[in-house]
């Protein structure tokens, strides 16, 4: 379970802390960043999954205020995809 983020300008990094370990993400160590978005409503949720070039991945929702800015700011150069999830989640079938 993560606890906390701590953005860092001066090494350009974002660290994911949880129970136990801590998780550095930089541009050097990230080869993918998936951005999502949920729409429900007037709501919309984001959150991201940082890719490492091994293909492990690190997930986290969008905390608050200058999250999105930072990530375009430190990872600059990284492959950015963006992923819309839209309700309902599954195709029903009205026979």
């Known amino acids: 379970m993560i606890r906390y983020l701590t953005l860092d300008p001066t090494t350009k990094s974002i660290t994911v802390h949880r129970t136990g370990t801590?998780?550095?993400?930089?541009?050097?160590?990230?080869?993918?960043?998936?951005s999502h978005t949920t729409a429900q409503g007037d709501f919309v949720y984001y959150h991201y999954r940082f890719v490492d070039h091994v293909g492990n991945a690190t997930f986290f929702y969008n905390y608050?205020?200058?999250?999105?800015?930072?990530?375009?700011?430190?990872?600059?150069?990284?492959?950015?995809?963006?992923?819309?999830?839209k309700f309902p989640f599954k195709t029903v079938s009205f026979a």
Do not use: C, M, N, Q
């Open 64 to 85: 608050g205020k200058g999250l999105r800015f930072a990530i375009d700011e430190y990872f600059k150069g990284v492959p950015t995809r963006w992923v819309e999830h």
């Open 22 to 34: 801590s998780t550095v993400l930089t541009a050097s160590t990230i080869a993918l960043i998936e």
